[in-house]
């Protein structure tokens, strides 16, 4: 084992160091962020298993930085920075749409019909074509997955209109 950490666990780092560092980039920019967000958070996890192992294998080495008052300075300069952020932005970050989903699938056909441009009876034949069973446009999306035995998310998702190459 631990001849596959020497040999392994830094070519790994290095290579899903670089994976993380260009998907990052370019969620940065917003370039392409439904091709690089999945990607990003997979393998930046995935970069976490041969990071362990190499600190693990070096742990002597490793424990000697913090001898080094620069390695605490950095240390506590990133912990403040990521504080920072947590104050500022923890309120009012994360996805828009896990607060926006829940009130349109908490909403009745007839309320929703609107929103995509139909009547409550053709939303309706819309879900119905698409393998739901309508009994009533006063039916929530939530209550469609859960007879569909699937998540009203995914009802909801299937009614959006789809968009090929669309940027933003």
């Known amino acids: 084992m631990n001849v596959f950490i020497k040999k392994y666990s830094t070519p790994f ?16 920019f917003h370039w392409m962020p439904g091709m690089f967000h999945s990607m990003h958070t997979w ?10 192992l190499h600190v693990w294998r070096n742990w002597a080495q490793f424990v000697l930085y913090f ?11 990133s912990l403040a920075a990521a504080a920072g952020f947590m104050v500022v932005t923890g309120h009012a970050g994360g996805n828009p749409a896990q607060r926006v989903f829940p009130l349109l699938t908490h909403a009745p056909i007839t309320t929703l019909a609107p ?21 009533s446009t006063d039916e929530t999306l ?8 699937q998540r009203p998310n995914d009802v909801l998702i299937k009614l959006l209109p789809q968009h090929a190459g669309h940027r933003h």
């Open 142 to 149: 939530e209550e469609l997955a859960t007879d569909a035995g």
């Open 43 to 52: 393998l930046s996890m995935v970069l976490l298993l041969p990071f362990v």
């Open 67 to 77: 001898r080094n008052p620069s390695m605490l300075v950095a240390c506590m300069a």
């Open 115 to 135: 929103l995509f441009h139909a009547t409550p009876d053709e939303l309706a034949a819309r879900l119905a074509h698409a393998g739901y069973s309508v009994r």
């Open 13 to 28: 780092i290095t290579g899903l160091f670089v994976v993380s560092a260009i998907s990052g980039t370019a969620l940065f």
